[in-house]
T-cell receptor, first 113, second 110 residues
Framework: NAGVMQNPRHLVRRRGQEARLRCSPM?????VYWYRQLPEEGLKFMVY????????ESGMPKERFSAEFPKEGPSILRIQQVVRGDSAAYFC???????????FGQGTRLTVV | DQQVKQNSPSLSVQEGRISILNCDYT??????FLWYKKYPAEGPTFLIS?????DKNEDGRFTVFLNKSAKHLSLHIVPSQPGDSAVYFC?????????FGAGTTVTVRA
């Protein structure tokens, strides 16, 4: 019974490149959330998705960031033309529904050089 | 706009004593509250939760108290153990996703 799987665990990108972060939710979970943790800060909500639908993306920057959760396969958080300020830990969580415990993956630590 | 606040960034407690972590929220629409624990370089792990219809929930050494009128919740850990040293996040739900506080770093001294 695998938990939430995120890959890669560590990702290094040069400024201007694209970063793709993957998240496979727990079995039976159809709700996926992405959070970002900047150094010395808490977890900031980015986007909430259900299969094939973006439910709430109010926490995600309007430019360069996008997310998807296709019918088949993992959820993807995509950051285009990365900048140094994108360096952070990105956590994915899944739940069987909202107002239920969300279970987190180990995170992807993105470093932009 | 920080809807969930943890005003104490750190807490140091002696092993065997009680750790009390506090959390305040501003959104009266929140109806579900959770505490997560996080070790460095790992994802947060769920600890305990409470719904707004209750004022207390207990699970082993962990007890969460909710005061709806004050929009305040707290987590009690007793007795504190060295393995409890971690960052603790308070979270609130009710608007489809969880809002998190900034975290409190707990250090348990031997």
């Amino acid at each position: 019974n695998a938990g939430v799987m995120q890959n890669p665990r560590h990702l290094v990108r040069r400024r201007g490149q694209e970063a793709r972060l993957r998240c496979s939710p727990m079995k039976g979970h159809s709700h996926v959330y992405w959070y970002r943790q900047l150094p010395e800060e808490g977890l900031k909500f980015m986007v909430y998705l259900q299969k094939e639908n973006i439910i709430d993306e109010s926490g995600m920057p309007k430019e360069r960031f996008s997310a998807e959760f296709p019918k088949e396969g993992p959820s993807i958080l995509r950051i285009q033309q990365v900048v140094r300020g994108d360096s952070a830990a990105y956590f994915c969580a899944s739940s069987p529904g909202h107002d239920a415990e969300a279970f987190f993956g180990q995170g992807t630590r993105l470093t932009v050089v | 706009d920080q809807q969930v606040k943890q005003n104490s960034p750190s807490l140091s407690v002696q092993e065997g004593r009680i750790s009390i972590l506090n959390c305040d929220y501003t959104n009266s629409m929140f109806d579900y509250f959770l505490w997560y624990k996080k070790y460095p370089a790992e994802g947060p792990t769920f600890l305990i939760s409470i719904s707004s219809i209750k004022d207390k929930n207990e699970d082993g050494r962990f007890t969460v108290f909710l005061n709806k009128s004050a929009k305040h919740l707290s987590l009690h850990i007793v007795p504190s153990q060295p393995g409890d040293s971690a960052v603790y996040f308070c979270a609130a739900g009710g608007q489809s996703w969880l809002s998190f506080g900034a975290g409190t770093t707990v250090t348990v001294r031997a």
